[in-house]
């Protein structure tokens, strides 16, 4: 039987045991590299800073308390990692999130009509590139939500920040994309 992640993380903390802890990122590499990719778009440095987020929760394990799930504490990890990265770089300019290439469905094969893929595409470029521009707690907020499939729970935990705020900064950045992008969209011709 499958050792829960609350069991490998016990096992962490009392022996430092490295096979529990290599379970974990098993387990859990594919969430963390993909919140990686899309607050920081670094393609070439994804490993590393998966690598990180890693090393960080392996040294802080034994802070860890259970209030919330390890997959959420992990997430937390990730962020604030990326928003160290976004600190240290000498541009900071570039917005938090980058996700346009990652989180794309697949376009269907009843869309075999070229006009009509090139207008869905440049939709949803429109779309990212409104997201770029959000308060980052929105773009958070968006992003674990309609994108991870995060709970308002899990979302508050790793924002440290009431349910009630999550969904706040969730319907506004709703709110504000759909005003931005209102007129845009519907002047797209997607016949």
Not at 15 to 29: G, V
Not at 68 to 76: A, E, K, V
Request: a positive charge; charged letters at 35%.
């Amino acid at each position: 039987m499958e050792k829960t992640d609350k069991q490998l993380v016990e096992a962490c903390k009392r022996n430092n045991d490295l096979k529990a802890f290599e379970s974990l990122i098993k387990r859990h590499q594919n969430k963390v590299r993909s919140i990686v990719f899309k607050f920081l778009n670094t393609p070439d440095d994804l490993d590393d800073i998966s690598q990180e987020v890693f090393i960080k929760a392996f040294k802080a394990i034994k802070t860890y308390r259970g209030d919330s799930s390890f997959s959420t504490w992990l997430c937390r990890i990730a962020i604030n990692t990326c928003k160290d990265r976004l600190r240290h770089r000498k541009n900071y300019s570039q917005k938090v999130v980058n996700i346009e290439d990652n989180t794309l469905k697949e376009i269907p094969d009843q869309f075999s009509n070229v006009e009509k893929y090139v207008s869905i595409n440049e939709e949803k470029r429109l779309v990212f590139k409104e997201i770029k521009k959000l308060p980052e707690a929105q773009q958070i907020a968006l992003i674990l939500h309609d994108i991870e499939d995060m709970t308002y729970e899990e979302i508050s935990h790793v924002a440290e920040c009431p349910v009630g705020t999550v969904k706040s900064r969730l319907f506004n950045a709703r709110k504000t994309l759909k005003d931005k992008l209102k007129s845009v969209i519907t002047s797209i011709n997607i016949s």
